[in-house]
């Protein structure tokens, strides 16, 4: 069976809590994950002044290569870099399309939305931008939640959880709690 790949994207102002976390339990579960930077530099500067390297250019990591899972962190401002790019729109199009997974952190719902992805499916998000996804989804305020192709998560506290979830729809449950249970993650069922 081929290697799982998952791309997670970060612009300038992404939440490094849910980027790092994220990424970190995807690797020890065996998924190649490629952190994409939106800039042409080498590194992002993330909400909390926390400079994370790139592993590649999102011009390069996204040009004719599909991945198993596109993953968006959280933050206002990372967030809305990700509503207004007509490059991230065609990549999660695609994915959708493709009934491949998509999974979205905290603020990231909101560019979800902006690119018409997953319009009636259940979904969550960080509280302050509920209200800009009520009229388009099935709003449920559980710490994961996963509809489909399609994971949503609350918050930086809830990246374990996200992370785990994402394992378990790309590998399996047992493989997320190995994971969970090898970071002493007391709470995956």
Known sequence: ????????????????????????VLRRAGIAVTIAGLSDANYVKCSSDIKICVDAKFADAANNQKYDA?????????????????????????????????AAICAAPTALKAHGICKGKQ????PDVKNELIDEYEYLEDKVVIDGNLITSRGPATAFAFGLAIIEKLLSKETAAIVAKGILYDDYK
């Open 123 to 126: 979904i969550t998000s960080y």
């Open 1 to 24: 069976m081929a290697k799982k790949t998952a791309i997670l994207l970060i612009a300038e102002r992404s939440e490094e809590i849910e980027t790092v976390i994220t990424v970190d």
């Open 70 to 102: 596109v993953i968006l962190p959280g933050g206002p401002i990372g967030c809305k870099t990700f509503a207004s790019s007509a490059e991230i729109g065609k990549l999660l199009q695609e994915q959708e399309k493709e009934n491949r997974l998509i």
